[in-house]
């Protein structure tokens, strides 16, 4: 379903002057991240009950998009909750200015009964093998308590990995929130849904809504 969405999105951006790139990938230079980049990562992992002497680090981020020195991201219901947002009250998002962090830190606040809905799977509940590892043994699926979910803390971890490698390597990351909503035929509609279904009518619209991000 989401790349379902992110197709029918760049298929409606492919008309207009910007060259989109799909699929677009970084090599990381983990050399980038020594000095300042590696405390700013260090805290987000204590923040999160991370454990180990090595931080463990991405090694390739994969983007769904890109126009020019910007990196577009569609995030769905799972990067909304309680460890996401304790990532973005970090020293990172006072470091670097980042459009969207305050609406994430609402959403964060406000969506995570639907990252619940959606977060319950094992691969995402329980994560690979590093989250426990790195972050301890979740607790039973839905058990917030304790110790939570390893893989939602692995991926709030990576989402803060994407925010900080994706600045040091010289672009910008937008991050495109399935809650976000635009105006269109005089009401709000959440792009999630417009983008599930998009109508010709709504093409100008969309387009509008995303290059007013390109600044």
């Known amino acids: 379903m989401h790349q379902i969405k992110v197709n029918n999105l760049i298929q409606i951006l492919k008309d207009s002057e910007y060259q ?18 590696e405390v700013l990562l260090a805290e987000i ?30 995030d769905d219901q799972v990067h909304f909750n309680r460890y996401r ?45 590093i989250a426990s590892k790195v972050f301890g043994k979740s607790e039973e699926p839905a058990d917030l308590s304790g110790n939570g979910s390893a893989g939602w803390k692995l991926n709030a971890y990576n989402d803060a990995q994407y925010d900080l490698l994706t600045r040091l390597h010289g672009y910008k990351l937008i991050r495109i929130p399935v809650y976000e909503n635009i105006m269109t035929g005089g009401s709000l509609k959440k792009i999630d849904d417009l983008l599930l279904n998009p109508k ?10 995303l290059f007013r991000k390109l600044v």
């Open 20 to 37: 989109i790139e799909e699929d677009f990938y970084i090599e990381v230079n983990n050399e980038y991240l020594k000095g300042k980049g």
């Open 45 to 74: 992992f204590e923040t999160l009950g991370g454990n180990g002497h090595h931080l463990p680090l991405l090694e390739r981020l994969k983007f769904d998009f890109k126009i020019n020195r910007f990196l577009f991201v569609y």
């Open 85 to 129: 947002l304790s990532t973005l009250k970090t020293d990172l998002y006072d470091t670097f200015s980042y459009s969207w962090s305050d609406g994430y830190k609402r959403l964060c606040r406000t969506f995570e009964k639907d990252c619940l809905k959606a977060g319950l799977q094992e691969r995402i509940w329980f994560g690979p093998p």
């Open 200 to 209: 010709e009518e709504t093409y100008q619209t969309i387009k509008n809504w």
